[in-house]
């Protein structure tokens, strides 16, 4: 959801919240680096091991080769010959050895050394190395040199060496007899071991990139496809409301139409009733009277007399009846198409005024709602009346046309020397009733001014909405 900004501004971008795929990429980047950290340091103290593992199988197997012949007499000795430790003082003199493998020992069980290159050593007897208690065990053992045992401190040491304990066992029993200690220079092994370390950290970091940019990718994509639906959610939100606000305007003002519609007819209701009183019954009531008159007549010319006024007064009453039901009575329009019913509005003007009105209806053959029709036919009528009567019927224009269901009717005119329509447009009952029966169907009406001085009178209704409202 998002955050409004103070005072009623713009949202600010710093206060904005972050995506899912920030906010995924901050925390899982953070979970990932660790885990990479943690896996690093233990994958490469595991190839660490068995880097050094596998250097010290393989110096303890090239050793043995060179020093096995001259060590099988430790079988029943504790201490090599002279001619022994002379011969092991030449091999390890020589170039090949003396530059990777500077010191060598030969332990015999429990912490006795055999033979060492420091000759001072020999027939001494230390506390045992724990690689010599591996190496008794009958495995190759090594470690990094303890600088604090008393056989370096001796010998004052001061680099780690790479110590290598070797079993050496009995050529015909295969017992272990004695162990040889081998110290090789670290340089070597350093240099393996800072190589392997840093193809690990490679790897790992390599792959950890690989996994959060992959893991990032696809959070990404969610996220754009979440902000894109509550964004469409949005904006699905705003046209419901647009609409629940048009549907209210269009409510209320239907509702204001019908309310002035019903108040329209009822002062409708009143002219007719009005004119009813005014006009024929009051011819009735003088007939009414005429006929006591006959009665008292006393001789036969003044009964006649008395019986044709009294024919006049109910002629001209039925004659005001019929003309007063003419206004108020459609002509039969239910079952004709819509264009036949401008027709019909057209020419029904046409009887009435002498004026001709040109029709330009392009209308599809389909059913209309009655209602819909009569609106047509008494918003014409009511327009070419307002025609005739401002503008003497000049110009006057019917179009009636339907697009995406909307019909649009049209009443124009080209004006002329008397008042126009337009500023007597709040004075009548016509224009009011014309446009109230047009609102209460869903529809409107607009009134606007030609360049030419004339009048044009136009409604829209949709004719779905009206069938509803109808």
Same mark, same amino acid.
């Given at each position: 959801?998002a955050?409004?900004?103070?005072?009623?501004g713009?949202?600010?971008?710093?206060?904005?919240?972050?995506?899912?795929?920030?906010?995924?990429?901050?925390?899982?980047?953070?979970?990932?680096?660790?885990?990479a950290a943690?896996?690093?340091?233990?994958?490469?103290?595991?190839v660490?091991?068995?880097?050094?593992?596998?250097?010290?199988?393989?110096?303890?197997?090239f050793m043995?080769?060179?020093?096995?012949?001259?060590?099988?007499?430790?079988?029943?000795?504790?201490?090599?010959?002279?001619?022994?430790?002379g011969?092991l003082?030449?091999l390890?003199?020589?170039?090949?050895?003396?530059?990777?493998?500077?010191h060598?020992?030969?332990?015999?069980?429990?912490?006795?050394?055999?033979?060492?290159?420091?000759?001072?050593?020999?027939?001494?007897?230390?506390?045992?190395?724990?690689g010599?208690?591996?190496?008794?065990?009958?495995?190759?053992a090594?470690?990094y040199?303890?600088?604090?045992?008393?056989?370096?401190?001796?010998?004052?040491?001061?680099?780690a060496?790479l110590?290598?304990?070797?079993?050496v066992?009995?050529?015909?029993?295969?017992?272990?007899?004695?162990?040889?200690?081998?110290?090789?220079?670290?340089?070597?092994i350093?240099?393996?071991?800072f190589?392997?370390?840093?193809?690990?950290?490679?790897?790992?970091?390599?792959?950890?990139?690989?996994?959060?940019?992959?893991?990032?990718?696809?959070?990404?994509?969610?996220s754009?496809?979440?902000?894109?639906q509550?964004e469409?959610?949005?904006d699905?939100?705003?046209?419901?409301q647009?609409i629940?606000?048009?549907?209210?305007?269009?409510?209320?003002?239907?509702?204001?139409?019908?309310s002035?519609?019903?108040?329209?007819?009822?002062?409708?209701?009143?002219?007719v009733?009005?004119?009813?009183?005014?006009?024929?019954?009051?011819?009735v009531?003088?007939?009414?009277l005429?006929?006591?008159?006959?009665?008292?007549?006393?001789?036969?010319?003044? &009964? =006649?007399e008395?019986?044709?006024?009294? #024919?006049?007064? !109910?002629?001209? %009453?039925?004659?005001?009846? +019929?003309?007063? @039901?003419?206004?108020?009575?459609?002509?039969?329009?239910?079952?004709?198409?819509?264009?036949?019913?401008?027709?019909?509005?057209?020419?029904?003007?046409?009887?009435?005024?002498?004026?001709?009105a040109?029709?330009?209806?392009d209308?599809?053959?389909k059913?209309?709602?009655?209602?819909?029709?009569?609106?047509?036919?008494r918003?014409?009528?009511?327009?070419?009346?307002?025609a005739?009567?401002?503008?003497?019927?000049?110009?006057?224009?019917?179009?009636?046309?339907?697009?995406?269901?909307?019909?649009?009717?049209s009443v124009?005119?080209?004006?002329?020397? &008397? =008042?126009g329509?337009?500023?007597?447009? #709040?004075a009548? !009952?016509?224009? %009011?009733g014309?446009?109230? +029966?047009?609102? @209460?169907l869903?529809?409107?009406?607009?009134?606007?001014?030609?360049s030419?001085?004339?009048?044009?009178?136009?409604?829209?209704?949709?004719?779905a909405?009206?069938?509803?409202?109808?």
């Amino acid at each position: 959801m998002a955050m409004s900004a103070p005072h009623g501004g713009a949202t600010r971008p710093e206060d904005r919240p972050w995506s899912l795929s920030r906010q995924f990429a901050l925390s899982g980047g953070l979970v990932m680096v660790l885990a990479a950290a943690l896996a690093g340091f233990i994958t490469s103290g595991i190839v660490t091991r068995a880097t050094v593992e596998n250097t010290a199988t393989s110096t303890a197997l090239f050793m043995d080769s060179f020093l096995s012949p001259h060590l099988q007499e430790l079988a029943t000795s504790d201490i090599l010959s002279p001619e022994a430790s002379g011969a092991l003082d030449r091999l390890l003199d020589s170039d090949a050895f003396e530059g990777r493998f500077p010191h060598l020992e030969i332990w015999k069980p429990g912490g006795l050394v055999a033979y060492s290159r420091t000759k001072e050593l020999i027939g001494k007897k230390f506390p045992p190395p724990e690689g010599l208690l591996e190496a008794l065990g009958g495995k190759v053992a090594s470690r990094y040199a303890d600088l604090d045992a008393e056989e370096h401190t001796i010998r004052h040491f001061n680099k780690a060496y790479l110590e290598i304990y070797v079993p050496v066992r009995e050529y015909l029993s295969g017992r272990i007899v004695a162990v040889a200690e081998i110290h090789e220079h670290p340089g070597a092994i350093e240099r393996r071991l800072f190589h392997v370390r840093l193809q690990t950290w490679l790897v790992t970091a390599a792959l950890t990139l690989l996994l959060m940019a992959s893991l990032v990718s696809i959070v990404y994509r969610g996220s754009r496809t979440i902000a894109t639906q509550q964004e469409k959610l949005r904006d699905n939100i705003r046209a419901v409301q647009q609409i629940s606000e048009q549907n209210r305007v269009f409510k209320e003002r239907a509702q204001r139409a019908s309310s002035r519609l019903a108040e329209l007819n009822a002062r409708y209701l009143r002219n007719v009733g009005a004119e009813l009183h005014d006009g024929p019954a009051q011819l009735v009531g003088l007939a009414a009277l005429k006929v006591e008159h006959i009665r008292r007549a006393r001789t036969t010319a003044k &009964r =006649e007399e008395n019986l044709a006024s009294m #024919e006049t007064a !109910l002629s001209e %009453a039925i004659r005001e009846i +019929r003309t007063i @039901s003419k206004g108020l009575m459609l002509p039969e329009i239910e079952d004709l198409p819509l264009c036949e019913v401008v027709d019909l509005a057209v020419s029904a003007h046409k009887k009435h005024t002498g004026t001709k009105a040109a029709v330009d209806c392009d209308l599809p053959e389909k059913a209309f709602p009655h209602a819909v029709k009569i609106c047509v036919y008494r918003f014409i009528q009511e327009g070419l009346n307002n025609a005739f009567k401002h503008a003497g019927g000049r110009g006057q224009t019917v179009s009636c046309k339907i697009k995406n269901r909307v019909l649009t009717l049209s009443v124009e005119d080209e004006g002329g020397e &008397r =008042e126009g329509w337009q500023s007597a447009r #709040e004075a009548g !009952l016509g224009l %009011a009733g014309m446009r109230d +029966r047009v609102e @209460s169907l869903g529809g409107t009406v607009t009134i606007s001014s030609k360049s030419n001085g004339g009048t044009r009178v136009e409604m829209k209704l949709d004719v779905a909405e009206a069938e509803k409202n109808a």
